[in-house]
């Protein structure tokens, strides 16, 4: 089973401040997703990475795929009060095309103080 | 486009009962995966069907059963709950197993 550790757990920042939410694994992903779910609703996707080495901007955020696919990050720039919900990433095994079973990881808490 | 549909929302229910829940998938979308999400535990893989098959797997006991009908609609099952069982119950829709898009999740609580 593969495993996809968070940091930090928790992280809790003033409006206007950059963060960088960090997702790392020892093993290779074919692709990795990352997530927000807000209280009482289920996680929507953000953003899909393939490529190692992969960067894809979303307005203030930026994810990057490490180059050996067993990592990614999420920066977000000028946080927002709106920014704030759970992280989380998941990656997709390498196996056939359609048939990869996600993993998610154990998610980053962010609380953004107006 | 309507998005994936979970119902009940809210269920209470008592150790040693039995739950179904069901999904509606986005129209065209052929997988359908259900995952349990607790604090503890995070968010975890129960099982994904593809055309009405079950793909894939996670580690749960076989009280956790699932279903899908040839309109893509999947059930769960849960039999013999247990106090442990309480979670929030996701179900997630997409074209390939990659790609999910989540319901609002159905809220389960055993007492």
């Known amino acids: 089973t593969q495993l996809l550790e968070q940091s930090p757990q928790f992280l809790s920042i003033q409006e206007g401040e950059n963060l960088t939410v960090y997702c790392n694994s020892s093993s290779v992903f074919s692709s990795l997703q990352w997530y927000r779910q807000e209280p009482g609703e289920g996680p929507v996707l953000l953003v899909t990475v393939v490529t190692g080495g992969e960067v894809k901007k979303l307005k203030r955020l930026t994810f990057q795929f490490g180059d050996a696919r067993k990592d990614s990050s999420l920066h977000i720039t000028a946080a927002q009060p709106g920014d704030t919900g759970l992280y989380l990433c998941a990656g997709a095994e390498d196996s056939d095309f359609g048939n990869e079973k996600l993993t998610f990881g154990t998610g980053t808490r962010l609380t953004i103080i107006p | 486009k309507a998005g994936v549909t979970q119902t009940p929302r809210y269920l209470i229910k008592t150790r040693g009962q039995q739950v179904t829940l069901s999904c509606s998938p986005i129209?065209?979308?052929?997988?359908v995966s259900w995952y349990q999400q607790t604090p503890g535990q995070g968010l975890q893989f129960l099982f994904e069907?593809?055309?009405?098959?079950?793909?894939n797997k996670g580690n749960f006991p076989g009280r956790f059963s699932g279903r899908q009908f040839s309109n893509s609609r999947s059930e769960m099952n849960v039999s013999t709950l247990e106090l442990g069982d309480s979670a929030l119950y996701l179900c997630?829709?997409?074209?390939?197993?990659?790609?999910?898009?989540f319901g609002p999740g159905t809220r389960l609580t055993v007492t």
């Open positions: 997630a829709s997409g074209r390939a197993s990659y790609e999910q898009y």
């Open positions: 069907y593809f055309s009405e098959t079950q793909r």
């Open positions: 129209s065209g979308h052929r997988s």
